[in-house]
């Protein structure tokens, strides 16, 4: 039987909206200043099918994370450049055009029979602002998505902290915004980065979830909690042996903190992110993929001891993984290649391995296949 994947982790935008983008600069528009939707995620994503022929697994689709766009906390902000919520809600309408099958803006990269691949979609939002500015903010994303369907696909949100000062996820008001998430259904995607950010964003998470949690009895209304990236840990650390990295205080720092993370059932983790955090891979040469699985084996198979294969999930981080994957007619396989090594080598099953490539996400997400 084969087995459907569902990719995580993608994102997605025309070139026209490039300008509202916070990480991008027209003067230095680097390797993803130019449109990335669903053509070019098909083009990435070729060597696989998208049904289910006589393969061992096909893509059966996507969850759209958000990609970090020009925003405000507030809906119309007082201070000079502030951005509000608009980019942020054009984003979404540009989802609901995908996942409608609306192909209508000339330009815009996807076409109507694309609508099947879009999942879920987990649009920004001002969790800082608690519980108030969520209400009014989902409203907005509500009417945004046009119809029922398209809407009953918003699965969640994400406000990235990796690029926030110390302190902002212990704000009572972002621990009541996430608690006010879990009481709708609704997930949030955590994104931290031990590696640039430092250890103590996984430390101030770790104190996060705890508060999150305290006090909710019901398993209802507990807010799943997809972690991004492994917590983008030092991935770059000189490797001469399996014990080079296991003893090292970097690795001993980010096993402590993810093992705090997974005492909650309700948390979940992404194998995603890695060849943006591994030295870059050539675009011309293949890998040495059973050498990039040896090194990446003490980082995933800590993520399995403490999460369970129950609680690991696919992801792609497509397009960011061109940066280092060596481009996107090859990172999307070459990521396939090095995450069924790692299958391999941490013998799971055949059922721990459905769970795996798209399982764990439809019950994290609440997403139909």
């Not at 958000?66 to 902000?77: G, I």
């Not at 992110?273 to 050539?282: I, N, T, Y």
Request: hydrophobic fraction near 35%; charged fraction near 25%.
């Amino acid at each position: 039987m084969p087995v459907p994947i569902v990719d995580s982790h993608i994102h997605l935008f025309p070139e026209s909206h490039l300008p509202t983008l916070a990480w991008y600069t027209p003067e230095n528009p680097g390797p993803l200043g130019s449109q990335h939707s669903v053509d070019q995620y098909r083009e990435a994503a070729k060597s696989i099918p998208t049904s289910a022929q006589a393969q061992p697994t096909y893509l059966r689709g996507f969850i759209f994370v958000e990609t970090d766009r020009l925003s405000s906390v507030e809906e119309s902000p007082s201070e000079p450049g502030g951005h509000g919520w608009r980019h942020a809600l054009d984003e979404v309408s540009f989802l609901a055009r995908i996942a409608s099958g609306d192909s209508h803006i000339p330009g815009e990269g996807h076409r109507a029979d694309d609508r099947g691949l879009c999942l879920g979609i987990v649009p920004w939002a001002p969790v800082p602002g608690g519980p108030g500015a969520l209400e009014k903010y989902m409203s907005l994303v509500r009417e945004r998505t046009g119809s029922d369907e398209v809407w009953q696909r918003v699965r969640g949100v994400r406000y990235l902290v990796q690029d926030k000062p110390s302190g902002v996820m212990l704000r009572p008001e972002f621990v009541e915004g996430l608690k006010w998430l879990g009481r709708q259904g609704l997930t949030f995607d955590l994104g931290v980065d031990a590696r640039q950010g430092g250890i103590w964003q996984l430390e101030e998470a770790v104190e996060m979830l705890r508060r999150v949690y305290e006090g909710v009895d019901n398993e209802g209304d507990k807010v799943r909690i997809v972690i991004n990236h492994l917590c983008k840990p030092n991935l770059r650390l000189p490797y001469t042996s399996r014990e080079s990295i296991t003893g090292h205080p970097d690795f001993l720092q980010w096993k402590s903190q993810i093992t705090a993370m997974a005492q909650y059932s309700s948390t979940y983790m992404k194998l995603s992110g890695s060849f943006s955090e591994l030295p870059p891979l050539s675009p011309e040469s293949e890998p040495d993929v059973a050498l990039l699985v040896e090194r990446l084996q003490p980082w995933t198979d800590a993520i399995f001891d403490v999460f369970g294969p129950e609680r690991v999930m696919f992801g792609s981080d497509w397009p960011v993984c061109n940066i280092g994957g060596g481009g996107n007619k090859v990172t999307w396989g070459r990521w396939r290649q090095v995450v069924e090594g790692i299958l391999e080598r941490r013998g799971l099953d055949d059922k721990q391995r459905t769970l795996f490539w798209g399982q764990v996400a439809v019950e994290a997400y609440g997403v139909k296949i």
